[in-house]
């Protein structure tokens, strides 16, 4: 898996390699060099270059990339946006010039047609809000300059942790990460404004454990079954337990269990109001229906019924169309002090256990997996959007580690960390924007969580995100995103993971957005 870190644990690790006698000049140089030995190896120079360099480091990268240009012969302009030149960058400027490089701070001359190849240089990973001027005038020159238009580390106007884009960004052809790719090339908008992404290892040595980004080859082993002499119960049972007059879609809620059953649960339970069970029970052919104690239509807890649906249960998923009520926190609360699986919390019993003591999500005595996206999240973990919105991975990882729970966090971008280890996954496609994914998911990750092991159950959820998203994004190659459903992306499961189970084969190809 690649591996993807923040901003600020590159910046320290990067300062720590002057301790091992490796100095920022030295650094830069490697950066530089790497630059233009990346994209001339996949011959994409087209000169004449322009070089936009900004007045930190990231500019500094540009100088010096300028300086190898000249030397290769390749026509080369600078524009430089700013006076202020750090002082590791200092060098490269002046070898620049020193060769003869043309400069000048006057972007009216990056005119469309002028230059072939148009690198962007100007902020870096350390940006965050929204460029101003000069910069914004840059930046929107870079976009209609008609050239192939190469990012270095991150696109201008991208937050580097983040992916936020608070105003214009740069839209690159190719962004070249440097050192090590960091989170805010997949977060958020990073998809909009990056095709290709490659990076450059330049030698920095990582100060923390990087998080991961998942890719088939390192779930794989999660779905081979060679053994033969094996049953359901093998495979885990899970309950799948929702369902509301107000949320009473039958196919739905059967979508629900299905996908379960095809991430590979040996039998899936769904529970749903009684009220309900009539009109869902056509639509489930494969698993179990258990009636749920309801008054009209509504969720009704009893202790002994949740005690039968949840005994032999590895997993169990809660809360997807319930409602918020005090019956659904009732379930919630046994739950968590009574079961000892894999208990899944969405959608509403998300927002129900927000407002239930904190205490009792610490102290679960099952090993519990929330869901939430964005804003449900700020409502569990009492935490402003705007103040983790620019280091979402971070964020959640403290309240994970503090909560003793193993934390997916929705997203463009999908952050799934135990506080110990953090997986991310990049998979998911515009059609998925569809009412009832997030049950799906909830379904994956039941029946994923119903047999994995102990010591895999932090990398099993990983790899249920990317379950579901790579399912979403065949059913959309398949029927366009205008027109999906949540059951489409059920239906491509067998799909997803037939080509996870072919991860490493000679034949087999996993498209992934940006990576060369």
Request: overall charge negative.
């Amino acid at each position: 898996m690649l591996e993807v870190v923040s901003t600020d644990t590159m910046r320290r690790s990067d300062a720590a390699m002057s301790e091992k006698g490796v100095n920022s000049k030295e650094l830069m140089c490697r950066a530089g060099q790497a630059i233009f030995e990346t994209v001339r190896k996949l011959n994409l120079w087209k000169p004449p270059v322009a070089v936009i360099c900004g007045p930190g480091n990231n500019g500094g990268d540009g100088y010096a990339l300028a300086s190898l240009l000249n030397l290769a012969d390749i026509d080369c302009v600078i524009f430089a946006l700013s006076d202020k030149v750090t002082e590791t960058s200092r060098p490269f400027l002046d070898a620049a010039i020193g060769l003869g490089t043309k400069m000048t701070r006057n972007t009216d001359e990056l005119t469309p047609g002028r230059f072939g190849t148009v690198v962007d240089c100007i902020f870096g990973t350390g940006f965050k809000g929204a460029p101003k001027e000069p910069y914004l005038t840059a930046i929107r020159k870079i976009n209609e300059s008609g050239a192939y238009i190469i990012s270095v580390d991150i696109n201008s106007g991208l937050g580097g942790d983040s992916g936020i884009a608070d105003g214009e960004v740069v839209r690159s052809d190719l962004t070249v990460s440097i050192g090590c790719r960091k989170s805010g090339l997949y977060m958020n908008y990073a998809k909009d404004y990056i095709k290709k992404l490659v990076n450059c290892d330049i030698g920095i040595d990582l100060l923390d454990e990087p998080a991961r980004l998942v890719d088939a080859p390192a779930i794989k082993r999660l779905f081979v079954r060679e053994e033969h002499n094996t049953n359901k119960g093998d495979f885990g049972y899970v309950a799948l337990i929702g369902g509301s007059p107000e949320y009473s879609g039958a196919a739905k809620l059967a979508n629900l269990s299905l996908s379960a059953l095809r991430s590979g649960a040996g039998v899936a339970k769904l529970a749903v109001p009684k009220s309900l069970s009539d009109a869902v029970l056509p639509y489930i052919l494969e698993s179990t229906l258990f009636p749920l104690d309801d008054m009209d239509g509504k969720y009704v807890f009893n202790e002994d019924t949740a005690a039968k649906l949840l005994s032999h249960t590895r997993a169990a998923a809660i809360g997807m169309g319930m409602g918020r009520s005090d019956e659904v926190a009732k379930l919630i609360d046994y739950a968590l002090t009574k079961y000892d699986g894999r208990l899944i919390i969405d959608a509403d019993g998300l927002n129900t256990l927000a407002g239930m003591d904190g205490a009792k999500l610490k102290n679960a005595a099952c090993r519990v997996i929330l869901t939430p996206h964005p804003k449900e999240f700020e409502r569990i973990s009492g935490i402003k959007f705007e103040e983790f919105r620019y280091d979402i991975p971070g964020a959640a990882k403290r309240f994970a580690e503090e909560n003793n729970v193993i934390l997916l966090l929705k997203g463009a971008a999908t952050v799934i960390t135990d506080g110990k280890s953090t997986f991310i996954v990049d998979r998911g496609c515009t059609g998925m924007s569809t009412a009832g994914s997030g049950d799906v998911l909830s379904g994956i990750l039941a029946g994923i969580c119903g047999y994995v092991k102990d010591e895999d159950l932090t990398l099993g959820v990983a790899a249920g995100a990317y379950l579901n998203g790579r399912a979403g994004e065949l059913a959309q190659e398949n029927i366009s995103a205008v027109s999906m459903l949540s059951g489409d992306t059920v239906a491509h499961i067998p799909d997803a993971v037939r080509e996870i189970l072919a991860a490493g084969d000679e034949t087999a190809s996993e498209p992934r957005w940006g990576e060369i």
